[in-house]
């Protein structure tokens, strides 16, 4: 067996751990721009924790606020601006998986030429980066993307209806800062998408065809992570237990997928989310159960592995063991009031074709049953 790893320069993972960041900001810049969302991290303090720790140690940095939603092209090309103008040659991103996957992609545009369409997948002119870029912290407040350990920005685009990715080993971030403690605030709803999306990444990553001995080593200890904590993270959002197997959970998944893809849930959801307004851990969470079953014909073994995993259960009989997986699933998403289908958004019949065809991105590659777009047609018109 012959493979390739990569993940980021440096963890830093643990409740409390946002603190050690000053130890290390000065190794990598002295000049950053401190990529954030909306209020929220400035009402709880954790901004100011930031800031604290970089005037510290002497360092500058300057703001890119309100990446509130999933990066488009403008979102980056602005940031990207604002890191040129006052000359930054680091860049930390702290927030969910926009935010981060918003200050990866600024890291690498402000030490090279041209504009992120260039270097989007499937939409783009195919270019490589060239440079390094520019040395990124990524400090994750939400369990879910995994996207502080992963080598690949989604950027999406409403008018030209795509979300694509801006990848690259060049990406890979400096030094990633994993602290449970950050996401006590999410609310249920959110530890709910996010969290699936993270469960989603494992056990995609784990019945994926590029998957290996390592990826499925760390997949299966995700999956059981996530299995257990996921309800309790929903149920009280205070039980810091809980919150830092997810966070650990989430972690897993990013550096699974860097290494061995995704699936067809993923590459469904993107082309979902494309065209309608659904959350991209929303959509994952909907699609896994049926992707799974899809999926049987191909991994009936490995399905049947996270069955046991999930239920603590041996299974002589691996149909019964990966019909428990998927019965998990379906009653986790039940539990935390995601619906079984996608029937609430009202997705007219007539763009199936087109959806099947968005779905053709490099998430679908990993997937261990080739699916036609008749096939995904299919698939789409029993829950839509």
Request: aromatic share 6%; proline share 3%; hydrophobic share 40%.
């Amino acid at each position: 067996m012959q493979f390739e790893f990569s993940t980021a320069t440096k963890i830093i993972y643990g409740s409390g751990s946002l603190f050690k960041l000053s130890r290390f900001v000065k190794d990598y810049a002295d000049n950053y721009l401190l990529v954030c969302g909306g209020s929220s991290l400035e009402n709880t303090g954790v901004l100011g924790r930031i800031e604290k720790q970089l005037r510290d140690e002497g360092i500058e940095y300057h703001y890119y606020r309100g990446v509130t939603k999933e990066p488009d092209i403008d979102i980056i090309e602005k940031g990207v601006n604002i890191g040129k103008k006052y000359n930054c040659n680091g860049v930390i991103a702290v927030g969910g998986g926009s935010v981060i996957d918003t200050g990866k992609a600024i890291a690498g545009l402000i030490t090279n030429e041209g504009h992120i369409l260039d270097y989007l997948e499937g939409v783009g002119e195919g270019r490589s980066l060239l440079n390094d870029g520019a040395p990124f912290i990524a400090i994750p407040t939400t369990a879910g993307t995994g996207a502080e350990v992963t080598k690949n920005a989604v950027i999406s685009s409403e008018t030209m209806h795509f979300k694509k990715s801006f990848r690259s080993e060049k990406l890979l971030a400096r030094l990633a800062i994993v602290d449970p403690l950050l996401t006590l605030s999410l609310p249920p709803y959110q530890t709910a998408i996010s969290g699936m999306d993270a469960l989603t990444q494992l056990i995609e990553s784990y019945i994926s065809k590029k998957s290996n001995r390592v990826t499925d080593m760390i997949a299966k200890e995700g999956i059981r992570l996530a299995g257990g904590a996921l309800k309790k993270a929903y149920d009280d959002g205070a039980n810091i237990e809980a919150r830092e197997d997810m966070a650990l959970a989430s972690l897993l998944s990013g550096v699974c997928l860097a290494n061995s893809g995704l699936g067809a849930a993923h590459g469904i959801a993107s082309a979902l989310g494309s065209y309608y307004p659904i959350r991209h851990g929303m959509a994952c969470a909907i699609l896994l159960p049926h992707v799974m079953r899809v999926n049987l014909v191909s991994r009936e073994d490995k399905i049947s592995d996270i069955g046991s995993i999930l239920t603590g259960r041996a299974f002589e009989d691996t149909r019964e063991g990966a019909q428990a997986a998927i019965d998990y699933i379906e009653k986790l998403n039940k539990h935390m009031k995601i619906p079984s289908d996608f029937k609430a958004y009202n997705i007219d019949q007539k763009m199936l074709p087109i959806l099947a065809k968005a779905s053709r991105g490099n998430s679908m590659n990993g997937n261990p049953v080739y699916l036609s777009n008749e096939d995904i047609i299919s698939l789409l018109e029993e829950i839509t």
